[in-house]
């Protein structure tokens, strides 16, 4: 399984870019690439997953190198209610481990007015 | 947008008591999982369950936790004898494609 080490904590302001990196050097070739979201008190929310290039759907962009061995997850033009936990998961979603998500302590993202 | 509903959303128990949450999975959707979070740590998977089975469970999920799709739409936790390490915010997730779970709102369980 391969460990992700991503930031702690992120502050921004309202409309700005945040640019989210994490890091899995020991990608396997199987794995895909997860990124979630929680707020207080609620389930983590799926945002975006890729496997490698680029990602883009309705609510953030998805940028993998070629070696794969990182990730940014890039939210264009932040809101107050962007505030949240941000969880990077990777994993061979296809694998016998179907499912199973594997949440580190991921970045708390704070949108400031 | 479809969803995962639990429910209650929060449960007081005593000690010792058994308690069963339960979770609505998205209507096509035919993998199904427990998790949970203790305040102010990581979520943590406990089960899942695919074709009326559990397919995997993690070493938390002991002899204490069971579940069951008793119909075709309900999908429940039983706790049989909580203790208090068992207070924690319990989420149910649903997935049709892989790695995309939904996430319900979750319970939060609270062990006196």
């Known amino acids: 399984l391969a460990k992700t080490t991503q930031p702690i904590s992120m502050d921004s302001y309202e409309g700005q870019e945040v640019n989210i990196t994490c890091s899995h050097n020991?990608?396997?070739?199987?794995?895909?690439i997860t990124w979630y979201q929680q707020f207080p008190s609620q389930g983590p929310r799926f945002i975006i997953q890729g496997y490698k290039t680029k990602v883009t759907n309705e609510v953030a962009s998805l940028f993998i190198p070629a070696d794969r061995k990182s990730s940014t997850l890039s939210l264009p033009r932040v809101s107050l209610s962007d505030t949240a936990v941000y969880y990077c998961?990777?994993?061979?979603?296809?694998?016998?481990?179907?499912?199973?998500?594997?949440f580190g302590r991921g970045t708390q993202l704070t949108v400031w007015p | 947008e479809p969803e995962v509903t639990q429910t209650p959303s929060h449960q007081v128990t005593q000690m010792g008591q058994e308690v069963i949450l339960r979770c609505v999975p998205i209507s096509n959707h035919l993998y199904f999982y427990w998790y949970r979070q203790i305040l102010g740590q990581k979520v943590e998977f406990l089960v899942s369950?695919?074709?009326?089975?559990?397919?995997?469970k993690s070493e938390i999920f002991d002899d204490q936790f069971s579940v069951e799709r008793p119909d075709g739409s309900n999908f429940t936790l039983k706790i049989r004898s909580t203790k208090l390490e068992d207070s924690a915010m319990y989420f149910c997730a649903s997935t049709g494609t892989p790695g995309e779970a939904f996430f319900g709102q979750g319970t939060r369980l609270t062990v006196v």
């Open positions: 998961l990777v994993g061979d979603i296809r694998g016998s481990t179907l499912g199973r998500l594997y």
């Open positions: 020991n990608i396997a070739t199987n794995d895909y």
């Open positions: 369950f695919y074709n009326n089975e559990i397919s995997e």
